[in-house]
């Protein structure tokens, strides 16, 4: 059974920063692009960063210079590092895996349930 499970989520203050683990189990995505999405409340999920099998990383405007994406393929799991982290970063992350680069949540195949993360003023 293919599983994405997301951690490292939690309250903290703006300025401050995080790092999100994806656990994947059940095959290899040695080979699949990985991405981070977020999901604020009352809005769509909306791409974050991604990763290629290769190591080349993708980040949505609103987070490059903040947030690193990263991979360590022989642990099947891919991380999300969250700097200088602002009151509108606050969502559910989740982790998803595809066959290559896309903002479009839908060309994902696999989801974690997600982690919450909270930044207050």
């Known amino acids: 059974q293919v599983q994405l499970v997301e951690s490292g989520g939690g309250s903290v203050q703006a300025g401050d920063s995080l790092r999100l683990s994806c656990a994947a189990s059940?095959?290899?995505?040695?080979?699949?692009?990985m991405g981070w999405f977020r999901r604020a409340p009352g809005k769509d999920r909306e791409f974050v960063a991604a990763?290629?099998?290769?190591?080349?990383?993708y980040y949505t405007n609103s987070v490059k210079g903040r947030f690193t994406i990263s991979r360590d393929n022989a642990k099947n799991t891919v991380y999300l590092q969250m700097n200088s982290l602002k009151p509108e970063d606050t969502a559910v992350y989740y982790c998803?895996?595809?066959?290559?680069?896309?903002?479009?949540?839908?060309?994902?195949?696999?989801w974690g349930q997600g982690t919450q993360v909270t930044v207050s003023a």
């Open positions: 059940g095959r290899t995505f040695s080979r699949d692009v």
């Open positions: 990763i290629t099998w290769s190591a080349n990383s």
């Open positions: 998803g895996a595809s066959t290559n680069v896309y903002s479009d949540p839908r060309r994902y195949d696999y």
